[in-house]
């Protein structure tokens, strides 16, 4: 099984070809492009049985991604009251995501 790890927008992601991973939205001319997004930011790379490791990164190897969609996560509730105050206060959040397919890994 063939994978690589990549960093994109500070966090580190563990891909395989024909698979897709879910990031941080992304800007909004990354997603509108229909050419792919390459990722040159790979910590690692396994093939087989060769692992390649960077130090931070490994020279040479990329990723090739295409933009599906964004979206939004489930929503969140966060409530906070205070004993015996009256206080209360309720709030939502939906994190917004971009979904990245895998097209393929190159070293």
Same mark, same amino acid.
């Not at 500070?10 to 891909?15: A, C, M, P, R, S």
């Not at 390459?38 to 396994?46: A, G, H, M, R, Y």
């Not at 409530?79 to 995501?97: A, E, N």
């Given at each position: 099984?063939?994978?690589? @790890?990549?960093? @994109? $927008?500070?966090?580190? +992601?563990?891909?395989?070809?024909?698979? +897709?991973?879910?990031?941080?939205?992304?800007?909004?001319? *990354?997603?509108?492009?229909?050419? /792919? @997004?390459?990722?040159?930011?790979?910590? *690692?790379?396994?093939?087989?049985?060769?692992?390649?490791?960077?130090? /931070? +990164?490994?020279?040479?190897?990329?990723?090739? *991604? $295409? +933009?599906?969609?964004?979206?939004?996560?489930? #929503?969140?509730?966060?409530?906070?009251?205070? /004993? #015996? #105050?009256?206080?209360? *206060?309720?709030?939502?959040?939906?994190? /917004?995501?971009?979904?990245?397919?895998?097209? $393929? @890994?190159?070293?």
């Amino acid at each position: 099984m063939d994978y690589a @790890i990549v960093e @994109i $927008s500070g966090k580190q +992601f563990k891909v395989e070809e024909g698979r +897709f991973i879910d990031v941080d939205l992304l800007d909004a001319s *990354l997603s509108e492009s229909p050419t /792919p @997004i390459k990722c040159e930011t790979v910590c *690692l790379v396994s093939k087989g049985d060769k692992l390649l490791t960077g130090t /931070p +990164f490994v020279k040479g190897a990329s990723v090739s *991604l $295409s +933009f599906m969609k964004n979206f939004k996560d489930k #929503k969140v509730i966060v409530y906070k009251q205070k /004993p #015996k #105050k009256g206080t209360r *206060l309720k709030q939502g959040h939906r994190q /917004p995501y971009s979904r990245l397919m895998v097209d $393929s @890994i190159s070293a």
